[in-house]
């Protein structure tokens, strides 16, 4: 049972890194997950097209957290252009736990809330 | 008092090929039968036969082939019909409990003001809110709410109902809460006020002896998959007075007596409601499940079941950090809903799968009752006659486990 759950996404999970939201954001986006009602907001400042500061409010399963979590450490100064461009296989690698197909909605909320937020702040 | 017979768990799980598997390495334990139960063998081969032997279109054909799956078809309206204490004119086939309530909001709707309103409960499955809350959008009527209490029971000494109240329609047993409603005591309220009456009974036709006589019901609609048959199986059953004077919702094949360029009139009750080619081996094979759950006993049934859940209620009351939801005791069966404090029900249901076990995690199709339960999700094992003791302690374990886990 343990091995399904890693030490360190427990960790992500139980401390969310850049919890919380951020005031006056560029970009804010609220998401829900349908399977369960789990919601997540994404907050970010954006600087010359890049992320320069990101939080999530994500309250869920530890598959969605750790997430979110891992995903606001990787995603500090990329592009919003590369950002688009991300899709299940960078989040999954990025768990690098298991992930069920049903638990997929989960694993992606925080990536496609965010990504959601960015074709709104472009107007797209 | 009268004997119930005693099941032998132990022989009827035999019946259930599915039940022998492993799942991740271990015994299966199916702790999701609120969601769709599992199917006897009996119920498979009734399916099978029907394609091997006798499969054809039903009605008007003059074959032999169509003539025996147009009498099994007839003889599953009737085998539903006694089953329920109904007559076989009264019973009406569905895809499951959604489509039956959506055909009753639709027909029933036509007589529908801004001045009526509707009357549901603070604990209904999103199929007997929507389809009501949809009508109430389209004639301006009211949706009131039958508010619950901290138990989950219904406060019925303050109910909306009122002398403007066209349809009362609360679920039997609640998929969430498993509380038994007072069916009988709310139709006397809602006729008091002749409002007519529906009853979800989804969650209790599979483990209750249901008489429409008996809980004066006008209308009761259920689902053939949670009680041993396949699914895209529902029956709508509606007294044949209501039902005679209700337009039929979907129109087209085998629901008229007279067509022509101009205008058409209906068939009688109950093929007026069932336009097109039904689902034949559905039908017949949920008889089959009717007589598989016959043969058994329902009374026994649903003694096991209650018996079972109650053990199920004391052994996770033993754990700690663990909320349940519902009456702790009496008027409640086949079900329990709860949540591991600070661990997530997706990820309670991921590991308990890991262990063999499935039970399901979410909203529970409930969104309201769980704004009402100030929570977001839950987890629900829900328990069928083939269950045993041994499967509960196994949960109860494993909830540990998964408690350890999140340490």
């Given at each position: 049972m343990i091995d399904l759950y890693q030490e360190e996404l427990l960790d992500h999970y139980k401390n969310p890194r850049n919890f919380g939201t951020l005031s006056n954001p560029d970009i804010e986006f609220s998401d829900t997950n349908p399977l369960c009602g789990d919601e997540v907001k994404v907050t970010a400042k954006i600087i010359n097209g890049k992320i320069q500061e990101i939080k999530f409010d994500s309250r869920g399963c530890a598959i969605s957290?750790?997430?979110?979590?891992?995903?606001s450490e990787l995603l500090k100064n990329k592009s919003l252009s590369e950002i688009k461009k991300m899709d299940n296989k960078e989040v999954l690698e990025l768990l690098g736990v298991p992930i069920s197909p049903m638990r997929l909605k989960c694993a992606l909320l925080s990536l496609r809330a965010l990504q959601k937020g960015i074709y709104q702040n472009l107007g797209e | 008092m009268k004997q119930i017979k005693q099941l032998d768990i132990e022989k009827i799980r035999n019946d259930f090929p599915i039940l022998s598997q492993k799942v991740n390495g271990k015994n299966l334990i199916y702790l999701d039968n609120s969601a769709t139960s599992q199917k006897p063998q009996k119920v498979i081969d009734a399916i099978t036969e029907y394609y091997k032997s006798y499969n054809s279109n039903v009605h008007r054909a003059i074959h032999s082939l169509g003539e025996k799956a147009t009498l099994k078809f007839?003889?599953?309206?009737?085998?539903?019909?006694?089953?329920?204490?109904?007559?076989?004119?009264e019973i009406i086939f569905t895809r499951n409990t959604t489509e039956s309530l959506n055909l009753l909001a639709y027909s029933l709707g036509k007589n529908i003001t801004s001045k009526d309103n509707v009357v549901i409960t603070e604990m209904e499955h999103h199929s007997n809110i929507i389809p009501w809350q949809q009508l109430c959008k389209r004639t301006g009527a009211e949706l009131r709410y039958i508010k619950i209490d901290k138990e989950g029971k219904l406060d019925l000494k303050n109910t909306p109902i009122d002398n403007n109240t066209k349809i009362v329609s609360i679920a039997h047993v609640s998929n969430v809460l498993g509380t038994i409603n007072p069916v009988k005591e709310i139709a006397n309220i809602a006729h008091k006020n002749k409002a007519l009456f529906i009853v979800d009974g989804a969650q209790s036709v599979p483990h209750i002896k249901v008489d429409v006589k008996d809980i004066e019901v006008d209308f009761l609609a259920f689902s053939g998959h949670k009680m041993l048959g396949p699914t895209g199986i529902g029956v709508l059953y509606g007294k044949k007075e209501y039902l005679k004077k209700m337009n039929p919702v979907f129109f087209g094949g085998g629901m008229i007596s007279n067509v022509t360029k101009e205008d058409a009139q209906w068939a009688d009750i109950p093929n007026k409601f069932e336009a097109g080619t039904p689902n034949i081996e559905g039908a017949i094979a949920l008889a089959s499940a009717i007589e598989y759950l016959e043969n058994l006993g329902m009374d026994s049934i649903n003694s096991y079941v209650k018996d079972l859940t109650t053990y199920a209620m004391k052994k996770l009351l033993e754990l700690n950090n663990i909320t349940i939801y519902g009456p702790e005791n009496g008027d409640r069966t086949a079900l329990i809903s709860f949540n591991l404090i600070g661990i997530h029900p997706h990820d309670v249901a991921q590991l308990l799968d890991k262990e063999g076990?499935?039970?399901?995690?979410?909203?529970?199709?409930?969104?309201?009752?769980?704004?009402?339960?100030?929570?977001?999700?839950?987890?629900?094992?829900?328990?069928?006659?083939?269950?045993t003791k041994q499967e509960v302690d196994f949960l109860a374990d494993s909830l540990k486990k998964v408690q350890g886990v999140f340490k």
């Open positions: 957290v750790a997430a979110a979590s891992k995903l | 007839e003889e599953a309206h009737e085998k539903v019909a006694k089953f329920i204490n109904a007559e076989k004119e076990i499935a039970v399901r995690a979410g909203h529970m199709c409930a969104k309201p009752l769980m704004q009402v339960m100030d929570t977001q999700s839950v987890c629900r094992a829900s328990f069928y006659f083939y269950n």
